[in-house]
């Protein structure tokens, strides 16, 4: 899992001595795994967190953890608060897309203030095929294809090989901290149908069908600049 994390931050051509990474860190396994393994191979980091305060005083823990973990190591730790419940009976939009939208543009105000080479985030190999499997059901256009990019814009996801699975067993090999969220076992929301309900069946019929699927979207990335010119999407 090391090397999957190593050799995927090298091709993203970071270096340790002269970028900094501004890493989005939530509190969950993800996102905590990915900060620990940043810090632990000596890439300069700093963290940003946002509290959408939607479970009271369980994202306030979230919170904590992240702010904790932090000044443990002498971090540097950016917070927003944001009100999404008011933000949403305001504007009749949905939780998930403003809790996305603040936190995108929290992360590239962030990155131009304090000029880091790169925002990471913990997306990992089960999202990337949640992702594509959200797309085709959405009618996807030729870039929904690769699920989500490895790198875009100032945007590097440097677990997008490794498994959940992995990380779990690096989070408990290495005592890393971090909080659960409960929503996330709610399949009301389409990805979690799609992760609980969803994969789970297509593994039954077929155990390669994962790997299949993440093995589709790696070869969609690696197809998508030869065919860009020829391809027209709506």
């Known amino acids: 899992m090391r090397n999957k994390f190593l050799s995927a931050v090298e091709g993203f051509g970071v270096s340790k001595s002269d970028t900094s990474i501004l890493v989005a860190v939530s509190g969950g396994l993800d996102s905590m795994v990915l900060v620990t393994l940043l ?11 946002c509290n959408y305060q939607l479970r009271g005083a369980e994202s306030d823990a979230d919170e904590e953890l992240v702010r904790s ?6 971090i540097s ?3 927003k608060n944001v009100e999404t419940q008011k933000l949403a009976d305001q504007t009749n939009r949905s939780i998930q897309m403003i809790a996305r939208d603040e936190r995108y543009s929290f992360f590239d105000s962030l990155r131009k203030e304090h000029g880091y080479g790169f925002t990471a985030l913990a997306h990992h190999a ?4 949640e992702s594509l499997l959200i797309n085709v059901l959405r009618g996807t256009g030729f870039h929904g294809l690769q699920g989500m990019p490895s790198k875009r814009e100032g945007i590097i996801r440097p677990l997008i090989r490794v498994t959940k699975k992995e990380l779990r067993d690096y989070a408990a090999e290495s005592s890393v ?3 659960d969220d409960a929503s996330n076992l709610e399949t009301y929301y389409q990805r979690n149908w799609l992760r609980l309900r969803l994969i789970p069946m297509l593994q039954h ?7 299949q699927l993440l093995k589709f979207c790696e070869r969609a ?5 030869n065919y860009e010119g020829f391809v027209t999407e709506s």
């Open 39 to 49: 810090h632990e191979n000596g890439y300069q980091i700093s963290a940003a967190h």
């Open 221 to 225: 990335q690696a197809e998508i600049p």
């Open 126 to 129: 089960n999202d990337r095929v």
């Open 177 to 179: 901290p971090f909080r």
């Open 205 to 211: 019929s077929d155990a390669k069908a994962f790997d």
């Open 69 to 74: 973990w932090c000044e443990e190591r002498e």
């Open 77 to 79: 730790f950016h917070v």
